[in-house]
């Protein structure tokens, strides 16, 4: 009966303990600061409203108008290059649709939207890249005769478009804002 008792007590310890269960699937919930604009002028023939969340970077000593938007805490930027139009807006706008073409290989999906704002004088496109790719938004926009500017998002990762999507929506809002903003000067 003691054997009873004592094999009874130990079961009753034993059987105490938690027991391991499976995890529940978690996902990656990055929020961001509401975006605050800035107007900048950075010595071009242009202007825009920038995040105040990103710095301003002279990117080319010999292409004063190339800039980058530096987002350090993000690990990325967006690379912005101004060219002037001399009777060449047909050859900048080849190069400017070519450069998303160049990511269909590990894009998913390559959206074009189309941008009009008369009263800025400003049109172009906007591109939407989903998937693997190693730029996820890219942009050109023009007034047709003069002026000519071109915008690519990278992050300074391997591009993984799962773990940088909540990065790249935000960016490609801001990358939107610059755009509707930029004024030719």
């Known amino acids: ?24 699937s978690g996902f990656l919930a990055l929020e961001y ?6 107007r900048v002028d950075p010595d071009c023939p242009f202007s825009f409203e920038k995040n105040d969340f990103s710095d301003l970077e002279k990117d ?22 101004y060219s ?8 900048l706008l ?4 070519k450069l998303p073409e160049k990511h269909t290989i590990k894009a998913d999906l390559i959206e074009a939207s189309i941008y009009e704002n008369k009263a800025n004088q400003t049109f172009g496109n ?4 989903e998937g693997d790719a190693a730029s ?15 915008g690519s998002l990278y992050f300074e990762v391997k591009p993984n478009y799962d773990s940088i999507l909540p990065a790249a929506n935000y960016l490609k809002n801001d990358m939107r804002h610059l755009m509707e903003t930029l004024e030719w000067e």
């Not at 002037?84 to 050859?91: G, I, K, Q, T, W």
Request: aromatic content about 14%.
């Open 60 to 81: 080319n000593p010999n292409q004063p108008c190339w800039l980058n938007l530096n987002y350090s805490g993000m690990n990325a930027k967006i690379y912005l290059s």
């Open 136 to 150: 996820p938004a890219q942009f050109y926009i023009t007034d047709s005769t003069s002026h000519f500017l071109t």
């Open 33 to 38: 600061d509401l975006a605050q604009y800035s």
């Open 94 to 97: 080849i190069d400017a649709q």
């Open 126 to 129: 906007f591109y939407n890249v």
């Open 84 to 91: 002037s139009v001399e009777n060449n807006l047909r050859e």
């Open 1 to 24: 009966m003691h054997r009873i008792f004592l094999t009874f007590i130990l079961l009753v310890i034993c059987s105490c303990s938690d027991s391991t269960q499976p995890k529940p």
